[in-house]
């Protein structure tokens, strides 16, 4: 048996995201997560996956042939610089402007962008300021 490690303890377990396109939904999410300094987990036949986001094309199993509609998904990012690359290598993998980097009056400091992925899911990345974490994230290793 091969030895899986994941990173957890951040609020969401996992998300699922049903694409009519497998490949072009990959381009654009491995673009945009490696501006954040995220790899792809992992892919197979009808899926990948990357820390709790989980992508399967229309016609896999897990699907059950029906896209599942319209989504939102905020990134963790480091600082404001990680927010402005997001935004850039989104727009460069084939996502669309659903609001440029800046200054949201969710709470002072709250810095994001926004983008529309392949499928019209509203993709954020967001920094909320400056604040210390006890840990970037909690191993599990099975």
């Given at each position: 048996m091969e030895i899986q490690e994941l990173h957890r303890g951040r609020l969401i377990d996992h998300i699922q995201l049903v694409v009519k396109d497998l490949s072009v939904s990959h381009t654009f999410y491995a673009a945009v997560l490696a501006?954040?300094?995220?790899?792809v987990?992992?892919?197979?036949?009808?899926?990948?996956?990357?820390?709790?986001?989980?992508?399967?094309?229309?016609?896999?199993?897990?699907a059950l042939g029906a896209l599942t509609g319209r989504h939102h998904i905020a990134f963790q990012a480091r600082d404001r610089t990680m927010v402005d690359a997001f935004y850039k290598a989104a727009l460069a993998a084939g996502g669309r402007d659903n609001g440029a980097p800046g200054e949201r009056s969710y709470h002072p400091g709250y810095y994001a962008a926004f983008v529309l992925d392949p499928d019209d899911n509203n993709i954020e990345a967001v920094y909320h300021g400056e604040a210390s974490r006890s840990a970037s994230s909690v191993l599990i290793t099975f």
């Open positions: 501006s954040l300094n995220v790899p987990g992992g892919q197979g036949d009808g899926y990948f996956w990357a820390d709790e986001l989980f992508v399967t094309g229309i016609d896999s199993a897990a």
